[in-house]
């Protein structure tokens, strides 16, 4: 069993910054790939970034490519999403979740709560 939680979020202006943290526990969570999704109001829930199992490659949505950065740090257990740039439309709840690593949703077992960013314009 993993349990994700996610911190991080908030409002910031357009062309801001903001770092989110997915704090993870279990033992095999190491053995999964992560993933950072998002989902605005009204959207279905889209892949943002990905760090694939095993390989360790990072897969990115095409909007976000050269803003975001995702990272891990095993010895925490932690899971970063670097945000630069923002825009009005990067505007969601952000997921965070434990599975391939790679953009399918269901193709992750485990899931955060969300944490919100709101940027505005």
């Known amino acids: 069993q993993v349990q994700l939680v996610e911190s991080g979020g908030g409002l910031v202006q357009t062309g801001g910054s903001l770092r989110l943290s997915c704090a993870a526990s279990g033992r095999t969570f190491s053995s999964y790939g992560v993933g950072w999704f998002r989902q605005a109001p009204g959207k279905e829930r889209e892949f943002v970034a990905g760090i694939r199992t095993y390989t360790g490659s990072l897969n990115y949505a095409d909007s976000v490519k050269g803003r975001f950065t995702i990272s891990r740090d095993y010895a925490k257990s932690t899971v970063y999403l670097q945000m630069n740039s923002l825009k009005p439309e990067d505007t969601a709840v952000y997921y965070c979740?434990?599975?391939?690593?790679?953009?399918?949703?269901?193709?992750?077992?485990?899931w955060g709560q969300g944490t919100q960013v709101t940027v505005s314009s």
């Open positions: 979740a434990a599975g391939t690593g790679l953009p399918q949703v269901h193709s992750y077992e485990y």
